[in-house]
């Protein structure tokens, strides 16, 4: 595969302050790319790094194999969809597509036939000649989109461009998004806040944090084995317990938990010093009221605190006995489940093989949102 | 109950239009019925006499061209000059400094337009300061006079009338989104087109009615062509005074005011159909 976007050790300092702490990656050809974090972590400053808008304090860019330091933004084979979009409102939808063109110095038939070409692709033939304030927000978004990719770039960057939508739109959106990526065939680097988002969309995903990339894996993977507590919470939801780890006579590792009870531990961490480590479980990785025989689970007992009906991401709210902490479980939707009531005592358990275990890290690693 | 609220709206309304009411009819309204009744009087009566001299006799329609002609100039020299320094106060620099670039454009509009002519004429005379210095220099071998020629008055209307051309399109610019901007640079665009095709297009409500007003400034002004002009740059406005109140012929002086009205209107009109603005816009 061709290595469409390649970013080597990319810093950008602002004073005492490092906005990216040497990030590198590289895009294939031909994939949807995303770089997740919440705000503040650096990831449009390193989207404008990209694009030509702002000078790395070091590292390189170099785009289809051509390295683009000292290229200004106007000559890169990148183009930006911004996150307002900036459509030009004194021009037309038809002349928004046509300016990267007419840029270009190209003129008459060609112009007309890629902008109308184009215009097809995203399903707005008809519109050329409309106002932008003509449009609705999800045309506006296409748009957007079409006066980039009319230009042919080597990859398109996107800066959370679905984050002006409503929730509904922006569900609608995202598997648009993604259809057109795949009948273009354009790279995408697409960057978000929104872990959704991120997930659904792309073949690979960067979580980024305080400057630099925690984890460049594939959704799946970044959901089922995330290498750091950053990825553990930030990505989907998780229940966090903070143990002991000991080892029994026989040399297992167990963890320990305040209150005093005993959970198998099946991926141990390298520990030095403090044996105190944080236990990450899934929602859905919990079962309630698990049925006999699954020796290993590690069982709970629990009060259920509420009730949280949300369709099919319904979850309930429950405390393990003698304890504060509130752990979220799935609740699936299946009838089976319809006789818990809040108040209700029952039994949670789950596979020790579906948890994952971090060193304990001080403070909180980033605010909830 | 409803009819009490009627009638109560519809009073406070009466009592606040009566002042601008008064003002207008009283002030504006009146007087220039006034004049057009006289612009129509010769000795023996109704006539057109007042009218046609504009167009029969040269002198006048020459200086109305003249007029008009420097008029525009000044309002293009204007713009030109405007436009980078707008950008500059709403893009460029940061609040604090916008604030005071601000103040310094104002500052000279504290004191009145014959003050400020009268300083440009202590620059710029035969014994002014700027001969001084030149001479002392000895970039000059003698003080030479650099008033009562056209340029120095246009640089004179230049200079009365910048803030006028500035406010409003300083006004236009801040809205200006700065994603559209970088959005035409990320595109490919180099500067010029950025703001032939972006910044230009967008700051055109600004731009015209600025424009509007400079022009409209510039061809009513009478002080600055006066006293920076020389003898053979004569104004309109000055042809209006001379009938009036040299030859105390007010029926011709009425006529030449309805004139320049009536002609600056017309270059209004011609210059908001050429840049396809509309009246409504502009004048926000």
Known sequence: MQIALSVKDISKKYGDFTAVNNVSFDVEDGKFFSILGPSGCGKTTLLRIIAGFLQPTTGTVEIDGKNMLGVEANKRPVNLVFQNLA????????????????????????????????????????????????????????????????????????????????????????????????????????????????????????????GHFEQVDTPQNLYSNPSSAFVAQFVG????????????????????????HSLKLNKPVDLKGDNSIELYVRPEAMIINPKGTKENFNIMDVTVE???????????????????????????????????KAKDKIKIGWDPEAAVC???????????? | MKNSKKSKIRWSFIIFFIPVFLWLFLLIVLPHFELLRMSFLGRSG???????????????????????????????????????????????VNLKIQGVLLVFLLVPFWVSELIRVYGWMILLRESGVLNHFLVGLGLFKQPIEMLYNDITMIMGLVYTSMLFMIVPIIGVMESLDDSLIEAAYDLGAKKIAIWREIIIPYSMPGIMSGSIIVFMLV???YLTPKLMGGKNSLWFTEQIYNQIITYFNWNQGAAFGFMLLILSSIIIWIALKLTKQEFRKVIK
Not at chain 1, 241 to 255: L, S, T
């Open chain 1, 237 to 260: 939801k998780n229940n966090k317990f903070i143990v002991k780890q000991r080892k029994d006579e026989n040399g297992n590792f167990f963890a320990e938990t305040k209150e005093g």
């Open chain 1, 358 to 369: 971090f060193k304990k890290t001080e403070g909180k690693i980033y605010e909830e949102l």
């Open chain 1, 306 to 340: 509420a009730l949280l009906f949300d369709g099919g991401n319904s979850r309930l709210l429950v405390v393990p006995e003698n304890s504060k902490q509130e752990l979220i479980i799935s609740l699936p939707q299946n009838r089976q489940f319809d006789y818990i």
């Open chain 2, 46 to 92: 109704f006539t057109f006499k007042n009218y046609t001299a504009f167009f029969t006799e040269p002198i006048y329609w020459l200086t109305f061209v003249r007029t008009a002609m420097y008029s525009i100039l000044v309002t293009f020299i204007v713009l030109i000059i405007a436009l980078p320094i707008a950008f500059f106060i709403t893009k460029v």
């Open chain 2, 219 to 221: 061809l009513g002004s």
């Open chain 1, 87 to 210: 459509l030009f409102p004194m021009m037309n939808v038809y002349d928004n597509i046509a300016f990267g063109l007419r840029r270009r110095g190209e003129k008459g038939k060609s112009v007309e036939q890629k902008v109308n070409s184009m215009l097809g692709r995203v399903g707005l033939s008809d519109y050329g000649l409309k106002r932008i304030s003509q449009l609705s927000g999800g045309q506006k978004q296409r748009i957007a989109i079409a006066r980039c990719l009319v230009l042919e770039p080597s990859a398109l960057l996107l800066d959370e461009p679905l984050g002006a939508l409503d929730a509904k739109l922006r569900e609608h959106m995202k598997v648009e998004l993604k259809k057109l990526q795949v009948k273009v065939g354009t790279t995408f680097v697409y960057i978000t806040h929104d872990q959704s988002e991120a997930m659904v969309m792309s073949d690979y995903v960067a979580v980024m944090n305080a």
